[in-house]
């Protein structure tokens, strides 16, 4: 593995103050939050949440922040087929419970069915992916040589695997804490060593 699973710090957070100024929407179908609706459609950035979805007040402040400060068009859309998880109320048999329902290639369907339908329909000049803990592993799917997105951030990434950090080819930038029980020191070593191996690759 690349990353562990989720563990006790994934159900911990620290509310953000503040109140959203987007707007909760459906696009092509998913539930969504989108900041900077105003903003031009020709560079767009999605979030792939974590646990706690599109309807999270610190996922939504933050896609205010990006479309503020970058000017570019951001989308949230409901990876988690309408059920995220309630912050503070989250154990690890609820968690467990709850994954159970969310297979790998459930959630991959669901992740690339959306962005299909943004490419189509926006024809975007630039498509950023921004992926946190849970989503981090999707956004990966999305890196490769054939994925969707030109250039993506992983934070905290958690179910990732040594194969799907093998197969990225786009630019990516992972987040990475000093001390993180998911996203080891070691783990984070090894990641580094895959993508290094893939650079040398390249311009050999």
């Known amino acids: ?8 710090c994934c159900f911990k957070a620290v509310l953000h103050e ?3 100024t987007g707007e909760e929407t459906k696009i092509f179908g998913y539930n969504s939050y989108v900041a900077g609706a105003s903003n031009p459609k020709d560079k767009v950035i999605v979030i792939l949440t974590d646990i706690y979805g599109y309807g999270f007040k610190n996922t939504q402040l933050i ?3 990006l479309a503020k400060r970058t000017g570019y068009y951001v989308v949230v859309p409901d990876i988690l087929k309408g059920e995220a998880l309630v912050f503070g ?4 048999e609820i968690f467990g419970d709850w994954f159970s329902r969310h297979p790998i290639q ?3 369907d669901i992740v690339t069915d959306f962005l299909t339908n943004l490419k189509k329909e926006l024809n975007p000049d630039y498509l950023c992916g921004i992926g946190y803990c849970f989503g981090a592993k999707y ?3 999305q890196m490769t040589a054939d994925g969707l997105f030109d250039v993506g951030v992983g934070a905290h990434p958690s179910f990732a695997d040594d194969d799907e950090v093998s197969a990225i080819r786009k630019p ?3 987040s990475a804490a000093e ?5 080891t020191a070691e783990l984070r070593h090894k990641t580094e060593s895959i993508l290094s191996s893939i650079e040398e690759q390249s311009i050999n």
């Open 179 to 183: 001390k993180d029980n998911i996203f």
């Open 106 to 108: 459930g959630t991959k």
């Open 1 to 8: 593995m690349a990353s562990n699973p989720p563990g006790e």
């Open 18 to 20: 503040g109140e959203p």
């Open 63 to 65: 896609a205010d922040q």
């Open 89 to 92: 109320k989250v154990t690890p």
């Open 139 to 141: 956004l990966f799917h």
């Open 172 to 174: 990516v930038l992972i």
